[in-house]
């Protein structure tokens, strides 16, 4: 039974706590506890619960859930469902419900579609928000250490309308991995790692 628990902590230089806790029940089912402690702003709590079925998984959320007003009361409390529809499609299905105070809530829903290769050596997702958010990915496996995806997201708000475009890719090398990519606002960003042992890398970014 052991395996099925998970329990991590630990303490900062500046005093905050950072918990996380795992626990498995079985036949696909996992709750995971996350919190941090700190000093003034920024503490939270989050709750969450897992299933994973054979051919469909499930999630609920909830971010700083009220306990003292009443559970649900104000928080971050989210709610999604994934079904593969097909051996290469799957389609899901995302409800998010905000309430930073008990008189105050604001819901969307969004949609989201994957598609697989059959090798599974390419995957594109596609998703779409209530609030006019729309996103494309796509990554392919070019050899057997390149990598290569893009991503694209559009914003159709009526007060804002852009679009930002960024394409990636990675190399992995026998003891380094390189990293590297290109947006549409021209930033060019690089990353490689060296591994100099089992439990010791050198980073350069």
Same mark, same amino acid.
């Given at each position: 039974?052991?395996?099925?628990?998970? #329990?991590?902590?630990?303490?900062?230089?500046?005093?905050?706590?950072?918990?996380?806790?795992?626990?498995?029940?079985?036949?696909?089912?996992?709750?995971?506890?996350?919190?941090? #402690?700190?000093?003034?702003?920024?503490?939270?709590?989050?709750?969450?619960?897992?299933?994973?079925?054979?051919?469909?998984?499930?999630?609920?959320?909830?971010?700083?859930?009220?306990?003292?007003?009443?559970?649900?009361?104000?928080?971050?409390?989210?709610?999604?469902?994934?079904?593969?529809?097909?051996?290469?499609?799957?389609?899901?299905?995302?409800?998010?419900?905000?309430?930073?105070?008990?008189?105050?809530?604001?819901?969307?829903?969004?949609?989201?579609?994957?598609?697989?290769?059959?090798?599974?050596?390419?995957?594109?997702?596609?998703?779409?928000?209530?609030?006019?958010?729309?996103?494309?990915?796509?990554?392919?496996?070019?050899?057997?250490?390149?990598?290569?995806?893009?991503? #694209?997201? #559009?914003?159709?708000?009526?007060?804002?309308?852009?679009?930002?475009?960024?394409?990636?890719?990675?190399?992995?090398?026998?003891?380094?991995?390189?990293?590297?990519?290109?947006?549409?606002?021209?930033?060019?960003?690089?990353?490689?790692?060296?591994?100099?042992?089992?439990?010791?890398?050198?980073?350069?970014?």
């Amino acid at each position: 039974m052991l395996s099925q628990h998970f #329990l991590q902590g630990g303490v900062d230089d500046s005093g905050a706590v950072s918990v996380r806790a795992n626990r498995g029940w079985g036949a696909g089912h996992v709750t995971k506890t996350q919190m941090q #402690l700190v000093k003034g702003p920024g503490s939270y709590v989050q709750l969450e619960h897992d299933y994973q079925g054979s051919d469909h998984c499930a999630n609920i959320k909830a971010i700083n859930p009220s306990i003292a007003e009443g559970f649900g009361r104000t928080g971050i409390y989210m709610v999604n469902y994934i079904q593969s529809l097909s051996r290469n499609f799957s389609f899901g299905i995302e409800t998010v419900v905000q309430r930073p105070s008990a008189d105050i809530e604001e819901a969307s829903t969004g949609y989201h579609a994957k598609w697989v290769s059959d090798k599974r050596d390419w995957i594109a997702t596609a998703s779409m928000q209530a609030m006019g958010i729309v996103q494309a990915t796509y990554w392919q496996r070019l050899a057997e250490r390149v990598d290569v995806a893009a991503d #694209l997201m #559009l914003i159709t708000l009526p007060q804002k309308r852009e679009a930002t475009a960024s394409l990636g890719a990675k190399w992995d090398f026998r003891m380094s991995t390189l990293r590297t990519q290109i947006d549409s606002a021209g930033k060019v960003s690089t990353l490689f790692e060296q591994r100099l042992a089992p439990t010791f890398s050198f980073t350069v970014g």
